[in-house]
């Protein structure tokens, strides 16, 4: 079995845009405890949070996310 | 290009029925309002929980015994009343207070609100704790009004109060804080969002395990001692709850931090 975890680029999408993470919230509908917490790895995103996160941002969830085998 | 969102000022009707605004008013005046609203209810809550808790002592310890039962009902009564002035608060706020683009804007403030409530359950506990023991003691020994000579029933008065509004309180108030039930429906989101949900499911976890092993306790109390295990139960109920919202309120604040 392949533990995998999930990595993102969560932080350098939102600073490239210039947003905040309560910014980003807003965008994406969700909490900002939920941008910090997603950006730092502690929280793993449902696929209905992902792809609003990819939406709010511009891009796609591949784009946002990848996984990272251990 | 991102949009933010609409402009940070309206006018006009804010909800159906509602009187139109005179002019522009900022979302950081409805805000400001908002907390206004809040500090009261702080203060409101502070002076009802210090009254209750002086008044119910003074009734204790140094009223005659039927004032027992009384201070409780006193107790009940206002705690009952604190409970009508915050829903009557919570559901006539400042209009356009509950706007989506508003809640947005305060759902830091909203969540930090939750955990700080959270804190204040295993105090709570500690409140409860002498007159639950004395209570519990008074029934498992026959009967207080036997051994007081007190009129049938006054002496468990306190008890059944206790038991019949204070704990289904504490259970339904956690339940609230936690799933974000009871809040108004534009704030429901904010208290039941993904990460709420997934902190709530650790906690509840714990909270669990908490149950489970104070039942094995009391269970294990029983067996030496029957009036232990009954003794015990109360504080198994009433722990595993605050375990599970203190453990919330923890996950909530290393949300908060993990940046």
Redesign the interface.
Known sequence: VVERSLGNRLKDARTRLDLTQAELALLAGVSRKTINTVENGVFVPSTLLALALAQSLGMSVEELFYLVEK | M?D??PPNSHSGPDRPGAPMSTGAVTDEQIIAQLRGRQRWARWVVFAVAIASVLGGAFAYYFGRRHMIAASWWAVAAAGSLTLAALIWLMRTPPAAAYEARIV??R??EL?RSRSRVLWLFPLQILLFAPAIIKETQHILDGGADRLLGLPRGIATTGYLVMMAIGLPTMMVTTLMVLIGAGYPKAIRP?MD????R?QRAKAIASGFVASFVGGLIALAAGLIQPRWAVLALPFVIMGSLAVAAVHFAIL?R???A??
């Open positions: 991102i933010l969102g947005a804007k759902t830091d969540q904010v969002d993904e990460l709420s997934a909530d290393q949300a908060d993990s940046g």
